[in-house]
C-alpha cells in the first residue's frame, strides 16, 4: 500500500506515492519528479553520480530512503542555477571548459557548491579532500579544481 512522502525538491513542494520507504531519493527523482539529475552511478554512494544537497549538505542519493527526507530542503542541480542565471561555480565549470562526457557533472558541481558555501575561499587541499571521493573518468580533475578556485574569487 503506497504512502505519500512531501519532499521539497529545488524550492517546491511534492506529494509521492512511495510503496517502499527504503526507496533511495534518486528514483523518486528521476522516476516520480523527471528530472535526468542527478544521475545513477555506481548505486553504493561511491562515485558521486547522484549527489544533491540535503539542507545544504552534499549527500548521496542513491542511499538515503526518500521516508527520511520529509521536512528537508533538496537541491538538485537544476535547482542550483539556471542557464540565464549559473551559479558562480556553473559559470566557472564553462570558463574552465571542465567536462567531457558530462556524466559525473552533477557529483562535482554538488560537491562543489556545498565546499563553498560552507568555506568561501577552501584552499587547495580543501577542494582535493572534498573531490577526494568522486569519480571521473575523463581525467578532468584539475580543471575542476580551477573552477572551484574560479568561482571562490582566487584566480
Known sequence: MSQLVSLSVNGQSHQIPVDDPHMPLLYALRDDLGLNNPRFGCGLAQCGACTVLVDGVASRSCA????????????????????E???????????????????????????????LAKTPKPTEAQIRQTFASLICRCGTHNAALRAVQRASGQI
Open 85 to 115: 542565471k549559473p551559479h558562480p561555480l556553473q559559470a566557472a565549470w564553462i570558463e574552465e571548459q571542465v567536462n567531457q562526457c558530462g556524466y559525473c557533472i552533477n557529483g562535482w558541481l554538488m560537491e562543489g557548491a556545498a565546499l
Open 64 to 83: 538515503i530512503p526518500v521516508s527520511a527526507l520529509e521536512g528537508k530542503k533538496i537541491t538538485t542541480i537544476h535547482g542550483l542555477g539556471s542557464p
